[in-house]
């Protein structure tokens, strides 16, 4: 930590400053410059840097270590991959997540498995629980949801991922589903982050609507700090004032991400834009710009949809799609 | 709802628009402008706009009836008061809480409440379980500091509130807790505000660091859809591109809450700017525009604080403080 | 113009409503719903339509006609393809910009204009009169500057492009500059865009840091109205609450504008993102999300260059990312 | 200048970054911490803080002295206190200025300033070259009104602003005007502060939509490097993604702005929210956090305006408000 003096400060209020931070157990370190006196803060504590800021004569404190660790490459250098049946995130694999944004019936969800299943799809994603605005809408279908989500799955070889929403749901959840999502309304439910950190299945991370980079890889170092090596990113969009999308995605979010951390970065473009016709360009964009996977709305038919069907794929579409994104992947030296 | 058509739309796709919303279960009614056709869709149902929009020759779909009925003023229109022993909140009574924001030990509470009190403080807050961004800061005593919040403030005589993170800490916090609050965090955390709808105390509702009013109305619907009508709003500040404070406080949300809705609204200078020497300014501001209520973060030593020292409050300068907000509402008719 | 009536608005108030707006010019269309009576007003009159919102019973006024014409797809439905020299923005076609930030020598320009037109560049840009946010940087070289910039692309057959900042400038520029770029900050500057209406160059107009997409195409809108029909959009990242990034580079910008309008889109990563290492996944996320065209900073020698040298690209890096932009162009059918 | 080392960088690295700034011209002071070790770098030179980040090993640069020099309190401390007639802004003084939104014609601007006048106010409002977002909008009565403007406040004897919009209108404006404003959209309008700077009257700077405080500082710092004395800021709103007001007021940067500069600062509750009944619990808000002026739309007959009808105050609501207003700045010590 690093403690900068307003020019004028004497020498008494320098002093004051450096037994304030002695007595909180750090050793100080003085550098007189031309015109600021600048005393470096030594020491393993934690201490409130506003409380330093309010001292005579401190002009600014300026923290300098990181606050994550386990997420960082100074932590683990390398990628970190992770496999889900024979599909990888990471170290130059694309995964891709496919299916309808919430589970409605056993026939919905077999007629859009199948077809995505021979597009090549292992991980079939659909939710059960829903975070709704309104308190009036649909909530999903709950346990039954997940039931027939692995049932399906398991017809054809997929791996499922799926929203938890509340501690209490996690036992149900590790029963039926291969990756625990948590939304992005519950990216700093820390009561939940501790759960799933004690969890030894992958959790899938969205950042919150007004979240920054710096918040989101703290929620996953709660996770890290559990014991759960397994945590996959996903961007879906941040809230600014333009109103032709729903959200904003920040598809910089990506390299940013991969240069501090060894954990992989997929991106949702369906709920980030919620417009179909703005999936595929995103999805490329995601692809190109060095995405370690992809989640994708896609729907047997949209337009009977109980949710979100204004931003799902028809499986033809999806097919299409998926299709063009392999070569971009193979122009970027990556894979699907 | 309210379906435009665009310029040049056919009455062929027309005609396959009202089919549609037919087939959904509305009933449509038809006006031809000079460039828009426009056409009515009435009915109960709920429908995703989006569906519409993506009809062929639909410009634009505009929902017409507010998403939220009981916290609105056209359910109930005079105000609601909200009273917790003598302290009003709404119809022209300002109430007042403070407090710290940890509960750290039992002589701490003790003598910041014994100075609060003596001020005319009758609520008491102070946080037992803190949501932390980071995983290796100070989490709070737990119920430990419920039971030394309860203590201290029945030797003073006071009410008290603090900040309840989970579904399952609910029956925990019945015991102790006259104002439960709900954290800026966990504002669409809809399980907890499900389960809060259920219980028969008042429920302190924290703006999201980047929801809209609307939402924040919608949160607070789940809570009285559940039965719960003492609701009181917190404007806490939203996040904006400006660093120079840590959240923009949103004075203006007060006068918009309070024309829409029924609810009191009180507001948190000491979140919002988390700076010290911000919050006489802001509670000020706070009180001339009407403001329901104040929370204000008081310390008996802040420079000791294990939490956010650096945006509490000297007992003396809250006790003058306290003094000019009396006189400020006084001009503008209303009372603490 | 769509009145929605409160739900409880007597005849009387619809009435005084149905008064207000004749009076004002419109022809008015009631029709009655099940909750909410709604007022088309009719008319090619302007008016404020909070002016009705005012009236009592009015809930919300929504407007229905888009206010840009020109630059709509409505006006000209196929694209437009600007041509400088013989590279093409749009219609299938995506055009290339690079040079320094800033344009400091001649020897500075002739050594990176070298390299540029060697990889097949064909439009060079380069500051003359640089917008700063400090009275105390430097500010530019001025018209010496544009200068340099005719010459040295004369010499490699280039075309030129540079940020025009004042009215008065407008006859110089003409003089030396092939496209004038108006910058972020001069967006809404309308006395700028008037006078540049007037001229018949190709105009390059930056969307403002917090500028929604609508008011940019009404900024486009006002180029166009003067009789301008030369307008390419420049997408460079939007002010958010990240900090990572100096902007956000609103990538899905790209398909909204281009359904929207008929005019071709290009993309600035280098500002966008001010990281060097950034440019090149954001300019491939570009390319793949369908812009019609990027505008990239090249310097000879980044470590040396006056301005925003940190984010150039050094000539190497920038023609192995442009052998990769063609490969990624090919595969979604577009050509450089 | 601090350069914070990454954790592990060795000492060849932390040896090329000090050989770097050295050739830059700096000098550097090198200390160990536990984690990282820091260079400082002191000298007067500029430099873009980017080119350091990008060495090997750097971490993070920090700029510690602050960019702006002569707005600051560290330039002059005490309250600069700007006279305008008889009505002064800062040093516990509040000034009040209002006005139509537009100068419209002879009779409107004085049955508007016969009320005003009667009521106290000394400074008269009212544009006559108007930046509106659509080429088809009214734009102002362009000199005819800035005339009307000036003979109105002549039979009151008032004082006079408007809003200048380019560096070539400002002659013009020199010989009506008495405070020149410079709007929201030109805050960055660098040619056009740089011009502004060498007049020798008060200028009104507007804080752009989305502009920090610090850039907003630095603007002002333009106009004071031109010789200017006389600025009065004028906070106005700033965007976000709340959509029930026009734009979020920034109350707070009332105090944040007095803390850092001896300028005064001024409120516009009219355009920050848009909103006729909103203006008064804002203006109320702006006076009890100390602002030193506010500035407000009143029009004789709202109903019949222009532009910005729906915010402009009756002006019996405007005396009402103004009287409260006196009350509660005796309440904190500060008069009209």
Redesign the interface.
Known sequence: M?I?M???ASDDKIKKVIDFIRQKGFDA?V?K????T?I?A???K?I?K??I??LDGV??V?R??S?YKLVSR?FKPEDTVIQVKDVKFGGGHIGMIAGPCTVESYDQMDATAEKLSKCGVKVLRGGAFK????????QGLGEEGLKILREVADKYNMAVTSEV????QIPMFLKYVDILQVGA??M????L??SLGEIRKPVLLKRG??A????WL??A??LM??GNREIIFCERG????????RN?????????VQ?ISHLPIVVDPSH???????VA??S???????ADGLIIEVHNTP?T?L?????SLYPEEFSDLFG?LK??AS??KKQF
């Open positions: 690093l900068v307003q020019s004028q370190h550098s410059g031309e015109d600021h600048v470096g030594v020491g393993k934690v409130d506003r409380d800021e309010l002009k600014e300026i300098i270590s606050p100074v975070p709704r605005t309104s308190p009036y809408a649909f929403m509340e501690v209490s309304r519950n700093q439910n820390f009561n982050l501790k609507l007004s920054t980079i710096e918040e703290m929620s170092e709660y700090a559990g941040i809230r600014t004032f333009e109103r032709m999308t904003t995605l920040d598809i910089s979010a990506i390299p940013v240069k980030a834009t919620g417009l179909r016709d703005k360009p995103m490329k964009a995601a692809v190109a710009a060095g337009e949809a949710c979100d069907g204004a931003q063009e070569m971009l122009v970027i």
